[in-house]
């Protein structure tokens, strides 16, 4: 059974292969295959899935050993996975959303001419991504983290001849680079610390380690995680990133691989328990990233950067919970696995939109959309109301989870958290509702595009709609699964020890209060957005809304700080350069050049100034032995 | 006699040779001196071989001999030529190779 683990990742990397090299001839064909191979990846998953369930907790972890891949002396790095119950969480999410978004872009890239390129891309980001799940040493899941990053950077330009989509994808590889550094100087200090960078011995040593490394270590592995997770400081390329299809926003910047991070950090808890205070940062990155994208997601007209926003928000939540330790770990991954089946749904919802609105993004020329799309409005409906937490709903019990997790901290930051989390459910039930209102409800707002095109409104193709029920099903019904008797806990615990976290209140009030702010958010939402009709043309709002739309100054800051500073420094060093690491090589160029032209003087061309040299050398000799002999 | 005499005329006859090795400038003079001083050497030599009674020196003096008839023959042979082409057997003439 263990041998089948390869096969998660073979399946799709063959896809990619054939897909990506096999040429036109496979045009007709190539959308089933890449399919096929995704689904078949997720049967194996369900498999490997059963065949765990089917032993006890403590058991449950598989390994499978397939090459050494660069052994070098005390530097082992090994091809091998290990594929324990947090792995097998992801691999169901990654394979499960992953097919059933294969199964919608044949719908929405139906009219694409490089539709199988678009599905060897996609195939070859789920292997990669499962590579990343699946290694069994830092190394590895390294070079998933890179495949992913290629495969986000070829799907977000996928639409290369548009000179945003290219500037975008450039956007986000520079600075997932930034994040990437990150991650590979911690593999580096984790060599250096350990010897080794295999999750086993790494994780079983962190305990008797100092923990000035560990906490160098966390940090490094934090900034990788915020690269890739979108958390501020490393955010500013999420917004862009929506350029890219929507199938892929959907399954790579919302429901995957962006909370790669988040799995980063708690496969890593071992030596973020023993670092207080990189969880300590951890945590309040993971409150200011949740406060900024919902910020963000308020002011966004464009769906899929509201959307944006509220992604970023949301992994906020999850590395909030993921830097709490012990007593939020479990509660990351649950919001990560609801999250990636509300936040795809809704991100497929938008998609269906689009489709049949000419492809316009900005929500202000919808409205009234509840009639023309019936099945996106209601599976849209049910994300909606599990992202903001309605009870009963999925995100309601992660979220409400995660709530009494940061209340659970305990001290001032217990409240400062706890505060900041329930905010934040307020703001996503505000942006929520905004989006849900401005799109489906009030008159509707369109009007003929540039070419005079009247967009027909119109519900999507079957191929469409049928990943979107799907998907509608889990966003309402995943929270109750995991969270009623706490089966994701238990499930989890072998891996990611749990703890029970006591909160200052009742776990009782907290979940009313979470309630209680909820339904303010909506109401806001709803005197603003519900009861007036919306200007088609944004007014100009007040200073916060501008700056929110401008995602909060980052890309002004980013310039003002990093590229303006950058140019400066460059240009300082090039004068550095110039004037002294130049001066001195040509000054001694000149210097011997100058001295050259005296000695050379001295080849006169009379053979008795050379005698004089020569017998005033020997008598230099002679004296200098002579001395030497008296002394 | 004191054999140390021979050196201090040894030693003159050196003096005397590279002096006029220097300052004068037809070859012809200045290769005589050259043999001036070569021939200083081998007074030196024997002088030296007499003081300390082994042949050595006088061995070496005849080995002087055999090289400077060798220069002889090949130095004069150069100056000839050099003399044969410029018309002038000044040694600061032939500078041709200074830069």
Known sequence: ?631 | MNPVNYLYLAALLFTIGAVGVLIRRNAIVVFMCVELMLNACNLAFVTFSRMHGNLDGQIVAFFTMVVAAAEVVVGLAIIVSVFRSRHSASVDDAGLMKL
């Open chain 1, 1 to 631: 059974m263990d041998n089948l683990i390869a096969l998660l990742i073979a399946a799709p990397l063959l896809g990619a292969a054939v897909l990506l090299c096999g040429g036109r001839r496979l045009d007709k064909i190539g959308h089933w295959l890449g399919t096929l191979l995704a689904a078949s990846s997720f049967v194996i998953g369900l498999v490997l899935f059963a065949d765990m369930l089917g032993r006890s907790a403590d058991d449950r972890a598989m390994y499978q050993h397939l090459f050494s891949w660069i052994p070098v002396g005390g530097f082992q790095a090994d091809i091998a996975f290990q594929l324990d119950q947090l792995s097998m969480t992801f691999v169901l999410l990654i394979t499960g959303v992953g097919t059933l978004i294969h199964v919608y872009s044949i719908g929405y890239m139906e009219h694409d001419e490089r539709r199988r390129r678009f599905f060897g891309y996609l195939n070859l980001f789920v292997a990669a991504m499962l590579l990343l799940v699946l290694a069994d040493n830092y190394l590895l899941l390294y070079f998933g983290w890179e495949g992913v990053g290629l495969a986000s950077y070829l799907l977000i330009g996928f639409w290369q001849h548009k000179p945003s989509a290219a500037t975008a994808a450039k956007k986000a590889f520079l600075v997932n680079r930034v994040g990437d550094i990150g991650l590979s100087i911690a593999i580096m200090l984790m060599f250096t610390t350990f010897g080794t960078f295999a999750f086993g011995p790494v994780l079983e040593s962190a305990g008797e380690t100092s923990e000035g490394k560990l906490t160098a270590i966390g940090l490094m592995l934090l900034l990788a995680a915020c690269g890739k997770s979108a958390q501020v400081p490393l955010q500013s390329w999420l917004g862009d990133a929506m350029e890219g299809p929507t199938p892929v926003s959907a399954l790579i910047h919302a429901a995957t691989m962006v909370t790669a991070g988040v799995y980063l950090i708690v496969r890593s808890a071992d030596i973020f328990n023993a670092a207080p205070d990189a969880q300590l940062v951890v945590t309040v990155v993971g409150a200011v990233t949740l406060l900024f994208g919902a910020i963000v997601g308020c002011a966004k007209d464009d769906i899929k950067k509201a959307l944006a926003g509220s992604t970023m928000s949301q992994i906020g939540y999850m590395i909030l919970a993921a830097g709490l330790g012990p007593i939020g770990y479990a509660f990351a991954i649950m919001h990560l696995v609801t999250h990636g089946f509300f936040k795809a749904g809704l991100f497929l919802g938008a998609g269906s939109v689009m489709h049949g609105m000419n492809d316009e993004v900005d929500m202000r020329k919808y409205g009234g959309l509840r009639k023309y799309m019936p099945v996106t409005f209601v599976t849209f409906g049910l994300g909606y109301l599990a992202i903001i937490g309605f009870p009963g709903l999925s995100g309601f019990f992660s979220k409400d989870k995660i709530i009494e997790a940061a209340f659970a901290k305990g001290g001032t930051e217990g409240w400062i958290l706890g505060a900041v989390t329930l905010l934040g459910a307020a703001i996503t039930a505000y942006y929520m509702t905004r989006v849900m209102l401005m799109t489906f409800f009030g008159e509707k707002r369109w009007q003929p595009d540039a070419e005079g095109r009247e967009p027909h409104p119109h519900e999507s193709p079957k191929s469409m709609t049928i990943p979107m029920v799907l998907l509608a099903f889990g966003s309402v019904f995943a929270g109750g699964v995991f969270g009623i008797g706490d089966r994701f806990v238990t499930w989890l615990e072998p891996v990611t020890a749990f703890e029970h976290g006591h909160p200052p209140i009742s776990a009782g009030a907290i979940t009313s209060a979470t309630v209680a702010v909820m339904v303010i958010g909506v109401g806001i939402a709803y005197l603003q957005y519900g009861r007036r009709p919306v200007p088609v043309v944004a007014p100009r709002g007040s200073l916060l809304t501008r700056a929110a739309r401008r995602d909060l100054l980052q890309d002004d800051f980013n310039h003002a700080v990093f590229v303006t500073g950058g140019t400066h420094l460059t240009r300082s060093l090039v004068y550095v350069d110039h004037s002294l690491v130049d001066g001195v090589v040509n000054g001694t160029a000149a210097g011997v050049g100058g001295l050259s032209g005296r000695l050379r003087k001295l080849q006169n061309g009379y053979v008795r100034s050379y005698a004089v040299s020569m017998f005033g050398g020997t008598a230099v000799l002679i004296a200098a032995t002579l001395l030497m002999r008296a002394v």
